[in-house]
């Protein structure tokens, strides 16, 4: 069964930083374009990360210059490391497979006081 799990989500204060993991398996992830989203307010997804199978990335505005999208191949893994992070980033991450539409559960990311 394929499955995209989440680990790193947590909580944090104002300026800290996460890192999200995303652990792949059951399907041919190394030329499969990545993406990391999340919940907005309306409960739709905005998409804040992505990364080709050869390593291009590309960010959302709210987040260029912050977070960090990579992957490992031979690890079957992808990564979203946030740094000073805000409240407004507070919500659910998942992270998708872009071709194959696979997503993951989701994990929580609260940046409070």
């Known amino acids: 069964q394929v499955q995209l799990v989440e680990s790193g989500g947590g909580s944090v204060r104002p300026g800290e930083s996460l890192t999200l993991t995303c652990q792949i398996s059951?399907?041919?992830?190394?030329?499969?374009?990545m993406e990391w989203y999340r919940q907005t307010p309306g409960n739709q997804r905005e998409l804040i990360a992505a990364?080709?199978?050869?390593?291009?990335?590309t960010y959302a505005d709210s987040v260029q210059d912050r977070y960090r999208i990579s992957r490992d191949n031979r690890r079957k893994t992808i990564t979203l490391q946030m740094n000073k992070l805000k409240p407004g980033d507070t919500t659910l991450y998942l992270c998708?497979?872009?071709?194959?539409?696979?997503r993951s559960q989701g994990t929580q990311v609260t940046v409070s006081t």
């Open positions: 990364i080709s199978g050869d390593h291009a990335e």
């Open positions: 059951k399907f041919y992830f190394d030329s499969e374009p």
């Open positions: 998708h497979a872009k071709y194959y539409n696979y």
